[in-house]
């Protein structure tokens, strides 16, 4: 049998756009054939199902997101800058209205997550891989002498993501931009301390 010839990346982030508008469960093989440009044969031949295609999103999604991660703090004269245009860039998310700036993982994590191992395996290393970057980013804070108190690195860390998956799901009810920024501005100074 002969393979489809496609962009995986291009096909994994229209997957992506699509899985964060619906959701997973409301997202139909049809929308992924119009999100992809696939057809669904190509789609079960590349992905093996639906969930092999999100599986495979998640892990895009999840480079993707790295990737935009270190850009961030590479631009910024410090660690603790860069964690504040991080946060800066996740209320621009929060406030933005658009159902593809939401975080893909934490959908994953509320729709499919307890329902399916091998999800919440990929999703649970992603949150390790996110924290272990965290963890990293407040040792650097912390030789650059910008926190206060004794806890640990990966204390904050936990914290900042807790805090970050809270504002994530507070966005969603509470639509003024000032206080979810306030509330981003507050975390940040919380997980300093």
Same mark, same amino acid.
């Given at each position: 049998?002969? !393979?489809?010839? $496609?962009?995986?990346?291009?096909?994994?982030?229209?997957?992506?756009?699509?899985?964060?508008?619906?959701?997973?469960?409301?997202?139909?093989?049809?929308?992924?054939?119009?999100?992809?440009?696939?057809?669904?044969?190509?789609?079960?031949?590349?992905?093996?199902?639906?969930?092999?295609?999100?599986?495979?999103?998640?892990?895009?999604?999840?480079? @993707?997101?790295?990737?935009?991660?270190?850009?961030?703090?590479?631009?910024?004269? !410090?660690?603790?800058?860069?964690?504040?245009?991080?946060?800066?860039?996740?209320?621009?998310?929060?406030?933005?209205?658009?159902?593809?700036?939401?975080?893909? !993982?934490?959908?994953?994590?509320?729709?499919?997550?307890?329902?399916? @191992?091998?999800?919440?395996?990929?999703?649970?290393?992603?949150?390790?891989?996110?924290?272990? $970057?965290?963890?990293?980013? $407040?040792?650097?804070?912390?030789?650059? =002498?910008?926190?206060? =108190? !004794?806890?640990?690195?990966?204390?904050?860390?936990?914290?900042?993501?807790?805090?970050?998956?809270?504002?994530?799901?507070?966005?969603?009810?509470?639509?003024?931009?000032?206080?979810?920024?306030?509330?981003?501005?507050?975390?940040?100074?919380?997980?300093?301390?």
């Amino acid at each position: 049998m002969r !393979s489809a010839a $496609f962009d995986r990346e291009q096909v994994l982030r229209a997957a992506m756009n699509a899985f964060m508008e619906k959701g997973y469960n409301k997202t139909s093989m049809q929308d992924l054939k119009r999100a992809t440009n696939l057809h669904p044969g190509s789609i079960y031949c590349a992905f093996e199902n639906k969930k092999g295609l999100l599986l495979a999103a998640l892990e895009q999604y999840n480079q @993707d997101r790295t990737a935009e991660l270190k850009d961030i703090f590479a631009a910024q004269n !410090s660690t603790k800058c860069g964690l504040k245009a991080y946060l800066d860039s996740i209320v621009s998310e929060c406030i933005s209205g658009d159902p593809t700036q939401a975080c893909l !993982s934490q959908k994953a994590i509320n729709e499919i997550a307890q329902q399916d @191992d091998e999800a919440q395996s990929v999703l649970s290393n992603q949150c390790i891989l996110w924290q272990s $970057f965290m963890c990293e980013v $407040f040792g650097q804070i912390a030789q650059e =002498g910008g926190l206060i =108190g !004794s806890r640990s690195a990966e204390q904050r860390a936990q914290s900042l993501i807790v805090g970050i998956y809270g504002l994530r799901t507070y966005s969603q009810a509470q639509k003024d931009p000032t206080v979810i920024s306030a509330i981003a501005r507050q975390l940040l100074s919380d997980v300093c301390k």
